[in-house]
Each structure stands twice: as structure tokens, then as C-alpha cells.
């Protein structure tokens, strides 16, 4: 049994994450301050015992009478909607709460996990994206505190590794989708799905000829897990390089729901990314690690979680 942080525990991934590492054995050690996660993500987990949850601020210190072996920093806002609505708090969380998870890391020697994105590529001149493009980021536009946040986070958890001799493993995350994401967060899997199902107008941006790849919760959970229990570094993308438009993913959520809604074009949002594929070459020859999980299949299951829930 290891006794494991996971930051941001009740958010969407994290909260998945963690019953993983419960499956497995492990006695986990939960941090959120739930600006963005829901206590509801986590609320059957507070009877194992091996669970404890504390609610708290990872940009602000905290210290731990276990020995820690492994720490998932996994808090951060991360829909465009969030990081809109808490710009400091998202810079805060990828700086300084990097900086103090890594503290704790150092000090119980400790292997660290960052979940880091496939956003620190931007809108990318390279497609698919590999993890040694350094990507095409506007740090002054309005998405820039969330991709500047995660670029500043892999930069010190590097720095720790070469530095402090610290076990570090980097993670980009390509779009994740499945039950437990909030329905009004910005993302287009809950706006298509929760438009769809109140047969609303799809809001697809600009003419929906721009890509997605998407990736289903219990397919990245694993890759996270084979990252952190590996001997490399990274950084490493996690992501299904299956790649759709957005009209044909509307199209898809349409048809799964059987839904009478129609499709409304709206303004391109500024820095959106036109392509985001993941070359995950890397990850099938380190990890042995790939999708197993249809988008269909994939999203019948977060369908499902969201008719239950939000209608």
C-alpha cells in the first residue's frame, strides 16, 4: 500500500483518478478547495477507509505527518470558462501550487506527476503534435494564463528532476471526456450534449471545420497511472488520436441522443485552436498505453450521466 496526494481530487479526471488508486490498494490523500471541483465527484469515496479528504488551497502551504510516495498535482481550473473567471487563481495553482506540491515531493522523496495539457502546443503550425514541438502560444491572449500556467509548470518540475534528483513524470492531456464533467463549464462535450438533449440549437464556433481528438476519463486514468509507475520522465501525450471536426462531432451527439436540435454557427473565439491531434507514438512504445475506448461508446456512457443528472 503507498500513501498517495492527488491535487484536485475532486475534479472531473482527478476524482476518477483517485478511485483507481483506491481499487489498487492504495490509502490516498485528497486535496481540493473546490473553486472549480465538486464535492458530489468524491462523496462515495469518504467511507473507504483509506480515503481522507482535506480541503485546501495547493498554492498555499501544507505539510503532512504520513510519508508520501506518490503525488498526482492534478489541481487546476481547466475549462476556458474557469480560468476566464479565476485568471490568478489558474496562474497560482500552475506556479506556486506546482512549486509547493514539488516541496512536499522533495521532501518525502516522494515520485510527482503533473498534469500538464495539449494546450502548451497552442493553436499548433505542427500536426499531429509531438511532445519536442514547442508549440505556438499567446501568452497575453485570454487563454494564456491556463497554457503560461501549465508551460511554467513543466518547466520547474523539469528544474526539480535535474536539479533535486526528484522522480518527475509530465503528462499533456489532449481533450478528456466522461461522467462527472460539469454541464455549463465551456467545454463542447457537456455544451453539445446538454444542448442536445434540451433539442437547443448546437453552438459550434466559426464553420466547424476545426479538430478535436477525443479521449474517453478511464483510457487517460490508465495512461496517468502507467506514467507515474514508468521510469520516464515524459513529457509524455495521453489522448485519443482519433481526430473529428466539430461539425462532425455535433453531428455524432445529434444522432446518439436522438435529438431534434439543429446546428447554430458562432464567432471563432480568439487563440482557439484550429487542429489538435496527439502523436502518441511515445506513450504505445514507453507506456504500452493506448485508447481502447470508441468516442461512440464513449459517449453513450457520458450521455447516460448526464440525462440521469441534469435532466
Known sequence: MKTIVVTGAAGFIASHLTERLLDEGNSIIGIDNLITGNIKNIKHLFANKNFKFIQHDISKPIYFNETIEQIYHLASPASPIDYLEYPIQTLKVGAMGTHIALGIAKKHKAAFLISSTSEVYGDPLVHPQKEDYWGNVNPIGPRGVYDEAKRYAEAITEAYRKYHKLETHIARIFNTYGPRMRPYDG???????????????????????????????????????????????????????????????????????????????????????????????????????????????????????FRRNYL
Open 187 to 305: 467545454r463542447v462535450v457537456p455544451a453539445f450534449i446538454m444542448q442536445s438533449l434540451t433539442n437547443k440549437s448546437l453552438s459550434v464556433f466559426g464553420n466547424g471545420s476545426q479538430t478535436r481528438s477525443f479521449c474517453y476519463v478511464s483510457d487517460l486514468v490508465e495512461g496517468l497511472f502507467r506514467l507515474m509507475n514508468s521510469n520516464d520522465s515524459g513529457p509524455i501525450n495521453l489522448g485519443n488520436p482519433h481526430e473529428m471536426t466539430i461539425l462532425e462531432f455535433a453531428q455524432l451527439i445529434i444522432k446518439l441522443t436522438e435529438s431534434k436540435s439543429d446546428i447554430s454557427y458562432q464567432k471563432l473565439p480568439e487563440d482557439d485552436p484550429k487542429v489538435r491531434q496527439p502523436d502518441i507514438t511515445k506513450a504505445k512504445n514507453i507506456l504500452k498505453w493506448e485508447p481502447h475506448i470508441f468516442v461512440e461508446e464513449g459517449l453513450k456512457l457520458t450521455i447516460e450521466f
